[in-house]
């Protein structure tokens, strides 16, 4: 950790990005430190966090929403009763001040994340729940759909040949870990109307696609076993994946009310899940 003497003899953005790489290397380690919390700091380290801020308030370049942030923090870091929890929202948010104020963005894959690696044998499955992605185009949209999936008990993904690669860096930046901890395959699943999947039984799944011109979410009549499909962010779902659903459960619509009267595929996805998880 560089000494505060030193770091206030750097040029301002240079000192400001310094800053940025301490606290966010202090946030990683809380958020990896297994229950040990604020105990993982030394006296030393934490008067550190307390005169850096301290010589952050000093600085007028700042707004006066920064100000107060920095006056909030000033207090946890001075504080000798502070938990875990009040340390890292302070760091969190000191951090963030310093990125917009050095003209840095951050993504959600590159917020600290405390789950560590991802335990299969924890997910809660609702077997027989599949989802086809139908020719995402997206790395980001697949990652994250890869990530609503799995939070939502789907139990396999199917991909279409044309789908964006699941292992992509961007895909697997957005989706966290979830590529590694829920099945999926590559497979084209309509090459013929009737060639959908089936269960154990040997039984049809009831297929749906989630495409605009269908039954409100509200009221379609989610299975408790079955295929959704969601597809192309440009084009939609597919002729025959359509011709498929329709022979099945149809479609389901997400009702809009703005003038754009569209979503993102993957939100549009997260939303026809958590409708879809609450049928047991």
Same mark, same amino acid.
């Given at each position: 950790m560089i000494p505060l003497y030193?770091?206030? $003899?750097?040029?301002?953005? #240079?000192?400001?990005?310094?800053?940025?790489?301490?606290f966010s290397a202090a946030e990683n380690r809380l958020c990896m430190s297994a229950g040990k919390g604020a105990k993982i700091f030394t006296d030393?380290?934490?008067?550190?966090?307390?005169?850096?801020?301290?010589?952050?308030? +000093?600085?007028?370049?700042?707004?006066? +929403?920064? $100000?107060?942030v920095f006056n909030?923090?000033?207090?946890?870091?001075?504080?000798?009763?502070?938990?875990? &929890? #009040?340390?890292?929202?302070?760091?969190n948010c000191v951090k963030h001040?310093?990125?917009?104020?050095?003209?840095?963005?951050?993504?959600?894959?590159?917020f600290t994340d405390s789950s560590g690696q991802l335990d299969p044998q924890k997910r809660q499955i609702f077997e027989g729940k599949h989802v086809y992605l139908e020719d995402i185009r997206s790395p980001f949209n697949v990652g994250a759909m890869f990530r609503?999936?799995?939070?939502?008990?789907?139990? $396999?993904?199917f991909l279409s040949p044309f789908c964006a690669d699941p292992r992509h860096r961007r895909a697997e930046r957005t989706a966290m870990g979830?590529? +590694?901890?829920?099945?999926?395959?590559?497979?084209?699943?309509?090459?013929?109307?009737a060639n959908a999947l089936t269960d154990c039984s040997g039984e049809p799944l009831p297929v749906f696609a989630l495409e605009t011109g269908g039954i409100p979410l509200?009221?379609?009549?989610?299975? #408790?076993?079955?295929?959704?499909?969601a597809g192309s962010e440009e084009l939609g779902v597919s002729p025959r994946a359509l011709e498929a659903a329709d022979a099945s459960l149809g479609r389901v619509s997400i009702?809009?009310?703005?003038? $754009?009267?569209?979503?993102?595929?993957?939100?549009?996805? &997260?939303?026809a899940l958590q409708a879809w998880a609450r049928v047991k």
């Open positions: 030193k770091l206030e $003899k750097l040029p301002r953005t #240079q000192k400001l990005r310094k800053l940025v790489k301490i030393m380290e934490l008067n550190f966090f307390y005169e850096a801020v301290k010589f952050l308030k +000093d600085d007028v370049t700042f707004s006066k +929403d920064a $100000k107060n909030e923090t000033f207090t946890v870091f001075q504080s000798g009763f502070a938990n875990g &929890g #009040q340390i890292r929202r302070a760091l001040i310093l990125l917009a104020e050095t003209g840095s963005d951050q993504a959600d894959w590159d609503t999936a799995e939070s939502f008990g789907v139990e $396999k993904i979830c590529i +590694d901890i829920i099945p999926w395959e590559r497979r084209e699943l309509f090459t013929e109307p509200e009221k379609f009549p989610f299975p #408790q076993r079955g295929l959704l499909i009702p809009c009310y703005g003038t $754009k009267v569209s979503l993102n595929v993957s939100v549009a996805f &997260g939303i």
